[in-house]
């Protein structure tokens, strides 16, 4: 049971071009989502997903698509990266709706130069 | 404005001694809330939660108490290990979000325990 898994763990984009940040969970959870850590800003919610074909925006959206096709994955694309979108990119899952508790994987470390 | 609040960035204690991790909330709605650990380059890892119906609940070393008047909860760990040294995130969720249910962060108090 691998739990969360997110790749790459590091990347480095220049500003303009777009990228894939995956995210897999193998514990059947309905609820995964998408956050990003920035220094004195805590954990932004981007986009979740309640269950495959179902998705919505967070607080932090901007530049930022998701899908679901599947319980298993949830990929983040940017579109075209940007220097403000450097930061530590986290995706959970959790069992929906009824627990709140949620299993982060381990993070990507993105840097737009 | 942040509904969730930990104004300590920073604290450090004793190995053996008590850790006691506050958090301030604004939104009386919030009914239910979680802590979280996180060690550097690690996603966060659940640690314990309080529903607003009690006030207190324990788990091994770590308690967590909630003040409803007050807005406040704290996280107390007894005794401290030097292995408790992270990142301690309170987050909090509101109960007029539906099933959709998200949970709002504070921004993490960073915990030392010294041996």
């Known amino acids: 049971n691998a739990g969360v898994t997110q790749t790459p763990k590091f990347q480095v984009l220049k500003t303009g071009q777009s990228m894939t940040l995956q995210c897999a969970q193998d514990m059947n959870h309905e609820y995964m989502s998408w956050y990003r850590q920035d220094p004195g800003m805590g954990l932004r919610l981007i986009h979740y997903s309640v269950g495959a074909g179902i998705t919505d925006q967070g607080e932090v959206p901007n530049g930022y698509n998701v899908s679901r096709s599947t319980t298993e994955d949830f990929p983040l694309r940017l579109l075209s990266a940007a220097p403000s979108q450097t930061s530590v990119y986290f995706c959970?899952?959790?069992?929906?709706?009824?627990?709140?508790?949620?299993?982060f994987g381990p993070g990507t470390r993105l840097t737009v130069t | 404005d942040q509904q969730v609040k930990q104004n300590s960035p920073s604290l450090s204690v004793q190995e053996g001694r008590i850790s006691i991790l506050n958090c301030d909330y604004t939104?009386?709605?919030?009914?239910?809330f979680l802590w979280y650990k996180k060690y550097p380059a690690e996603g966060p890892t659940f640690l314990i939660s309080i529903s607003s119906i009690k006030d207190k609940n324990e788990d091994g070393r770590f308690t967590v108490f909630l003040n409803k008047s007050a807005k406040h909860l704290s996280l107390h760990i007894v005794p401290s290990q030097p292995g408790d040294s992270a990142v301690y995130f309170c987050?909090?969720?509101?109960?007029?979000?539906?099933?959709?249910?998200?949970?709002?962060w504070g921004l993490g108090t960073s915990l030392a325990v010294n041996p």
């Open positions: 959970a899952s959790r069992i929906f709706p009824d627990s709140f508790e949620q299993y």
């Open positions: 939104n009386s709605m919030f009914d239910y």
């Open positions: 987050a909090a969720s509101p109960s007029d979000a539906g099933n959709n249910r998200k949970l709002i």
